[in-house]
């Protein structure tokens, strides 16, 4: 049976500077794995304040590069990215400015192809009933419901206009 070692704060902070080099991190992400390691509190506020006054964490910065990517990338909406910055302890003097700053035409873009593609996988006995599943499907990937509404409007003028 191995004997858990409790990890120092100089060497908690060694390794969360390696880390934080290599990419973001948030606070809430830096506490936990010092807790994890069995840091004492008091090292951890400690650390944690290091590493914000030499600026390894920076919690608006983090937001910021979540944010991008999770839209970018993941194909997230505002409220499933609201969600994960909520998790994340993130606060909302933090996140919400910064997802004000993206333009509606940014999860437009995501979003429009992500509902082509549903429909085509869809079944169901009318288009009501279709126009419901996408609807589902678009809050469920974190899409507020006007910009939902601006996709299934534009994808039933496309459908008409064939």
């Not at 807790?35 to 951890?44: A, L």
């Not at 609201?82 to 999860?107: C, F, M, R, T």
């Not at 678009?138 to 996709?151: E, H, P, V, Y």
């Amino acid at each position: 049976m191995a004997i858990k070692k409790e990890m120092t704060g100089r060497q908690a902070y060694q390794k969360l500077t390696d880390l934080c080099a290599r990419s973001e991190h948030c606070q809430q992400e830096m506490l936990e794995k010092m807790r994890q390691w069995g840091v004492s509190e008091e090292e951890q506020a400690q650390v944690m304040e290091r590493l914000v006054q030499e600026r390894y964490v920076d919690d608006e910065r983090f937001a910021r590069a979540f944010i991008y990517d999770k839209i970018r990338y993941n194909k997230w909406g505002r409220r499933k990215v609201e969600q994960a910055l909520w998790l994340k302890h993130i606060d909302d003097s933090i996140g919400k400015p910064l997802l004000d700053e993206v333009d509606d035409e940014e999860y437009l873009k995501n979003l429009r192809p992500m509902l082509k593609q549903k429909r085509k996988g869809i079944k169901a006995s009318s288009e009501y009933e279709a126009t419901m599943k996408l609807i589902r499907y678009a809050l469920s990937r974190g899409f507020t419901m006007d910009i939902i509404k601006q996709c299934i409007e534009v994808e039933d003028e496309d459908e008409f206009s064939e």
